[in-house]
T-cell receptor
Framework: GAGVSQSPSNKVTEKGKDVELRCDPI?????LYWYRQRLGQGLEFLIY????????KSGLPSDRFSAERTGESVSTLTIQRTQQEDSAVYLC?????????????FGPGTRLTVL | AQKVTQAQTEISVVEKEDVTLDCVYE???????LFWYKQPPSGELVFLIR??????QNEISGRYSWNFQKSTSSFNFTITASQVVDSAVYFC?????????????FGKGTTLSVSS
């Protein structure tokens, strides 16, 4: 079946502009995660959605970052007033809640460059 | 605190050499999972292995093997007879299981370069 998809694959924006990144999880996966990967670094957790529960926003670096998810489908990560430090690859992952190990399947990422 | 440390930033080997990537983790939880992911130049993360904290058996899959030692909080990954296609960034990750669906905690990764 189809994997996790993300769009756009690349985004170049000017400092101060808002951007929206999209994630389509694997069908049936109730859990969805956003991570950020800065150049040469590991992945940093940003936010987690599980079904209709309140999201875990503990990883969001500032109030310029927000994310939404409608039901168990698409999620959008929004970064307002982008800064150069926001340049990174943003990865989305989904998993099937209730499995014994909650393996996360990752999308290809969106590479964001803030000029 | 929960943390994953991959002390080796970069490793370069010549084809057919064996190479071990180190991973040390910290957690106070007794139930947890450890993962290895591969990130080739294309950027997509590829799942390699998952190990739960109650299973310390070493695992071998083809040229890959993993050595999990709770006594030293390590989960090392060995590639035998390395190949150029093994060149990638390898990440070790920790997931606790005190609640379902918790985020993965990643190490900073080890970049492996295999030359012919």
């Amino acid at each position: 079946g189809a994997g996790v998809s993300q769009s756009p694959s690349n985004k170049v924006t000017e400092k101060g502009k808002d951007v929206e990144l999209r994630c389509d999880p694997i069908s049936g996966h109730t859990a969805l995660y956003w991570y950020r990967q800065r150049l040469g670094q590991g992945l940093e957790f940003l936010i987690y959605f599980q079904g209709n529960s309140a999201p875990d926003k503990s990883g969001l670096p500032s109030d310029r970052f927000s994310a939404e998810r409608t039901g168990e489908s698409v999620s959008t990560l929004t970064i307002q007033r982008t800064q150069q430090e926001d340049s990174a690859v943003y990865l989305c992952a989904s998993s099937s809640y209730g499995t014994s190990y909650n393996e996360q399947f990752f999308g290809p990422g969106t590479r964001l460059t803030v000029l | 605190a929960q943390k994953v440390t991959q002390a080796q930033t970069e490793i370069s080997v010549v084809e057919k050499e064996d190479v071990t990537l180190d991973c040390v983790y910290e957690t106070r939880d007794t139930t947890y999972y450890l993962f290895w992911y591969k990130q080739p130049p294309s950027g997509e993360l590829v799942f390699l292995i998952r190990r739960n904290s109650f299973d310390e058996q070493n695992e071998i899959s083809g040229r890959y093997s993993w050595n999990f030692q709770k006594s030293t909080s390590s989960f090392n990954f060995t590639i035998t007879a390395s190949q150029v296609v093994d060149s990638a960034v390898y990440f070790c990750a920790l997931q606790t299981f005190n609640q379902a669906g918790t985020a993965l905690i990643f190490g900073k990764g080890t970049t492996l370069s295999v030359s012919s």
